[in-house]
């Protein structure tokens, strides 16, 4: 039973697109506020939790490439069957694909509830919700190529958010920052919340096989180049944050990247986190998209259902939910359980399967070479 | 939908000989389709005469009891008719097709027994000459061609460069397009479509550097067409585009010689149509349309701050207005205090919402527009002033609009006219429209939506099966010097990376399969 791709040479792609990948899927609604839970568990040391949080991220892509390598053409649905076998397989293709369902609904929720708060107080959350949805029907059913696309042009409209962080830096004292390392298991901690905003290179798995066969060897370098990029803006706004709010202060800021744009003003625009937080829905879409494309693969691997149908078949089912899921404390209690299900899912789990997969290949050689 | 055709023909000859045996249209198959017996004078005439519908001008003469010569009077030149036919004619004392045919002193002669042939020719502007009791007919070609002289191209001008544009006739520009491109491997094949007006369209390419897949869809197209008419290239590109759904062209209609010429070169596929001063080039990427060829012909330092100055005007033209109505609607605290105090003096007295505002305003710039595009030149400066009068001061001292709005209105109208082609300008200013509504339900979140969805629909449109925001995505490194930019000669790859030949990366088959669906 072969679950090889069969992608078409078109739609392949080159490997240099995976670092937008990775930066598409990376960066998304968790950029918004990830500093206070961090900074929960960590205090000030909170931006060591960040770099810990990216080496060990750098691990699981380097585990995840060298599972990956081992089935050639397979996705991570294909090598779970290949691994345990039809039954577990299945189910855990299905436990895969609930994940990314539910990464794709904390992604559109978490968003939604931004721009509420910030942006449109009174506007029907389910709304936007629909607007969203449709546009993401519109860039999913046109296939592969457009929600790679998509990450393309979004990574290009992130880069001038960097920039903008230089404003802030006349409000900070670094002596925020001392004293560092302080609490060892704090920083862990830290590292460990870091997951609901660190987790997209996950998409790793799914994208593989889409990898042009020659360039398949020089992904992994770009996906590590795409993880760089992102460390480096995650600690840039770590670090900035550090140094502009005192300690109190900061566990009572939800969105603290919002609120240091709050300050950046020009002569002829202020209040910059509007149009950034409107500017955001570019640099949530690939996310939604891969999400939704990466629940497409895993439900087509059983059953053979066209994208069009799937694509409006899930975002009903997104719709329906956006109704249970509603204030604010139930999202801070789904991103938790989020973050704990990501942390499982993307830093602990391509281990396993790792290791499975190596004992796999090895018996099946073995009982190659003796018959 | 263009599948419909069973054989497709690989090769059609560029000869006018082989087009003869093989028309391509057969107007009332069943009829016209026949080969002429041996017939007397009178039958014959007789018979032509009924099947062009007897016209007022339809002219038989005979020279002698053996030969007779029938035309249609306004085709032909009459020179010709005198000098090398009817002379000719009257010294032959034994007359056979074949014998006629040789002593003619004309190019185009041509003999033929086949009835669809003879009656096409002759309503092409040709004289039929009939001998005595023979069935094939000699078909003589002397038609004359009234067309307007070539003069610059209004539409695109441009101040350095050639000041020749296209004219209507099919011949002259062929000619025009050769004495740029001297190449033996410049491909010229000739189609005629159109059930009425049997419109002649030469496909042009250079072989060897044009894809094969490209021409050979594109021939498809063409040869599957299936229309009464065809008045216009730019019906013809609407025809054979990849996509109708969308606003966007996928075909470049240009009236430049050297534009057009231009294409062929970098292995674009061009195509020119009788009757119209347009060619079409394709595949065309988004990008080339706010091209100008006068980009590549001043220095590359100019030719760059053009290019980039052209995109950010199109940026400004599609969203000044929409960011007024957002920023007046909703987000007003984004406005800074230095100018929140003259920009709400302004606003004090209009009674409007600002989308109210904004859409009557840029109504009232394209309603301008409209008429004065439309009137003769004398009285359209008459045009310029009344709107000026009516947009520049009696709206704001009537308390209708906003004097900031006018700057912007103004603005990005101004904006949208750098864009070089026509086609695409008017697109740019017809996509205000939906953002300015979408602005003004919300705001910044709808401007960004409308950003999202032209996003993803550029990137869903392909030209001729290649994709349309090609070289920016797919990232064409070797394309990008002459893309927003345009770096130096030496850096521009002659070839475009859109038309290469085996290219994995563009989407070819997938078009393919999407039109034979």
């Known amino acids: 039973m072969s679950q090889a791709i069969q992608s078409k040479q078109y739609e392949k792609i080159n490997a240099f697109l995976v670092f937008f990948i990775i930066c598409g ?19 000030q040391d909170a931006w060591l939790s960040v770099v810990l949080s990216f080496i060990l991220a750098h691990i699981v892509v380097f585990v995840m490439f060298k599972t990956l390598e081992k089935f050639d053409n397979l996705d991570i649905y294909g090598i779970q069957r290949e691994v345990f076998g039809k039954i577990l397989g299945s189910f855990l293709n299905f436990v895969y694909v609930i994940y990314c369902t539910f990464a794709f609904f904390a992604v559109l929720k978490n968003y939604i509830e931004v721009v509420n708060t910030w942006v449109f107080p009174y506007v029907n959350p389910q709304f936007i919700a629909i607007a969203i949805l449709l546009l993401i029907v519109y860039a999913v059913t046109a296939g592969f190529r457009v929600v790679i696309g998509i990450s393309f042009f979004s990574f290009f409209f992130l880069l001038w958010i960097p920039p903008l962080l230089i404003y802030p830096l006349y409000f900070t004292n670094i002596n925020y920052l001392l004293p560092i390392m302080e609490d060892i298991i704090g920083i862990l901690k830290g590292a460990y919340s870091m997951s609901f905003t660190i987790v997209g290179f996950e998409i790793l798995n799914i994208v593989y096989p889409y990898i042009k066969d020659k360039e398949k060897k020089s992904a992994e370098k770009y996906a590590h180049f795409g ?16 140094m502009y709010f005192s300690g109190p202060q900061l566990e009572r800021v939800i969105w603290a990247t919002l609120t240091i744009f709050n300050l950046i003003e020009f002569p002829f625009v202020e209040r910059i986190e509007i149009i950034t937080i409107c500017a955001w829905l570019l640099i949530i879409l690939p996310n939604l998209c891969l999400y939704l494309w990466a629940a497409y693969r895993g439900v087509s691997s059983v059953y053979n259902l066209e994208i069009k149908r799937f694509t409006w078949i899930f975002i009903s089912i997104i719709f329906i939910i956006t109704f249970f899921i509603k204030t604010r404390t139930q999202i801070n209690t789904m991103n938790n359980y989020f973050g704990k299900i990501a942390f499982i899912v993307v830093f602990i789990y391509p281990f396993i399967l790792f290791i499975f997969a190596s004992i796999k290949k090895r018996r099946k050689k073995g009982t190659g070479d003796t018959s | 939908m263009f599948n419909n055709k069973k054989d497709k023909k690989n090769e059609q000859s560029t000869n006018n000989q082989q087009e003869l045996q093989e028309p391509t249209k057969h107007y009332t198959k069943s009829e016209l389709k026949q080969t002429l017996d041996t017939r007397t004078k009178e039958e014959f005439v007789n018979l032509i005469k009924d099947k062009v519908s007897s016209p007022a001008d339809f002219i038989v003469k005979n020279i002698n009891d053996e030969i007779t010569i029938i035309y249609i009077e306004n085709l032909i030149e009459v020179q010709s008719l005198n000098d090398n036919i009817i002379s000719t004619l009257q010294s032959i004392s034994e007359p056979t097709p074949q014998l006629i045919k040789e002593k003619l002193s004309l190019a185009q002669v041509d003999i033929s027994n086949k009835l669809d042939v003879i009656i096409y020719e002759l309503i092409g502007g040709a004289a039929l000459i009939h001998t005595k009791e023979n069935a094939d007919i000699v078909v003589a070609k002397i038609s004359s061609y009234q067309s307007r002289s070539l003069s610059a191209p209004e539409n695109e001008s441009q101040v350095i460069g050639t000041q020749v544009g296209f004219n209507e006739n099919l011949t002259t520009n062929i000619s025009l397009i050769r004495r740029f491109i001297k190449s033996p491997n410049l491909c010229n094949e000739n189609f005629e479509v159109g059930e009425d007006t049997v419109t002649s369209i030469s496909l042009l390419y250079l072989k060897g550097t044009a894809s094969e897949e490209q021409v050979n869809t594109i021939r498809q197209r063409i040869e599957s067409l299936d229309v009464s008419g065809l008045i216009d290239s730019a019906i013809l590109a609407e025809l054979i585009d990849d996509s109708t759904k969308t606003v966007f062209p996928q075909m470049l209609l240009t009236e430049r010689p050297d534009r057009f010429c231009d294409g062929l070169l970098s292995g674009k596929i061009g195509i020119m149509m009788n009757g119209s001063s347009m060619g079409i080039v394709t595949p065309i990427a988004f990008i080339e349309f706010f091209h100008s060829k006068e980009d590549q012909n001043l220095r590359w330092q100019i030719g760059t701050m053009l290019r980039l100055l052209r995109f950010s005007a199109i940026i400004a033209s599609v969203f000044l207005t929409p960011i007024y109505v957002a920023a007046l609607t909703y987000h007003y605290e984004i406005i800074s205090h230095t100018l929140i105090v003259p920009l709400s003096e302004s606003r004090a007295i209009v009674p409007f919402p600002p989308i109210l505002e904004a859409l009557f305003l840029e109504l009232i710039i394209e309603l301008l527009r409209e008429a004065g595009s439309r009137l003769p030149t004398k009285v359209g400066q008459t045009v310029g002033i009344v709107g000026g009068i009516v947009i520049g001061t009696a709206a704001v001292d009537a308390g209708i609009t906003s004097n900031i709005l006018i700057i912007f209105v103004a603005l990005s109208a101004l904006a949208s006219f750098t864009t070089p082609n026509y086609v695409m300008a008017n697109i740019i200013r017809f996509l205000r429209f939906p953002i300015i509504i979408l602005a003004g339900i919300w705001g910044f979140l709808g401007i960004m939506i409308a950003v999202c969805f032209l996003l993803i629909h550029l990137l869903r449109l392909s030209s001729l099966g290649a994709p349309y925001l090609s070289p920016l995505y797919p ?10 930019i345009r770096l130096p000669l030496s850096n521009i790859s002659r070839q475009a990376v859109n038309t290469r030949k085996g290219d994995d990366e563009s989407t070819n088959q997938e078009n393919n399969e999407k039109v034979s669906e």
Do not use: E, W
């Open chain 2, 475 to 484: 990232l064409r490194l070797k394309d990008l010097p002459n893309s927003l």
């Open chain 1, 25 to 43: 899927c990376q960066i998304g609604v968790g950029i918004h506020g990830f500093q206070r839970v961090i900074y929960k568990d960590a205090k």
């Open chain 1, 227 to 242: 993880l760089l990029f992102t460390f480096f803006i995650y600690i840039i706004i770590m670090l900035i944050t550090l």
